[in-house]
């Protein structure tokens, strides 16, 4: 439950899914080398999916095909209230993501998930995408 004295900060995120791998790309700013799903804060009027669209674009040069609604996380940093409304899809065909904001990417396997130190928000959602991984490739082909 946000904290009434934070701030909080309302960001879209993607699990970007290829090839039974997905992408997390590594800050660099604040937290700066912790690991992420992409995405970025909504901007007022804007809808999440729009939002998760735009800075995949803005961030990482990616148009992404379908997406699909994963998790809304709620996380308390010690500055600030996060919600994060985390969607799930692919890149449009043809797509490749490129290193224009973070300082590097990484495709990563079910086995991988834990070899990088992901922010703390994405922790959960990790977690989630582990357990779950079978069940949602192949459901969702991706």
Known sequence: MADETRPTTHVAAVIIAHEGRILAAQR???MKDKWEFPGGKVEAGEA????????????LGLRLGALWPFATVEYDYPDFHLTMDLFMGSPAPGDRPETLEHKALRWLGRDELTSVEWLPADVEPVQQLGLAW????DEMHL
């Open 48 to 59: 999440t999916e729009d939002a998760a669209r735009r800075e995949c674009e803005e961030e």
């Open 28 to 30: 660099s700013y604040g």
């Open 134 to 137: 079978d069940q949602l490739f």
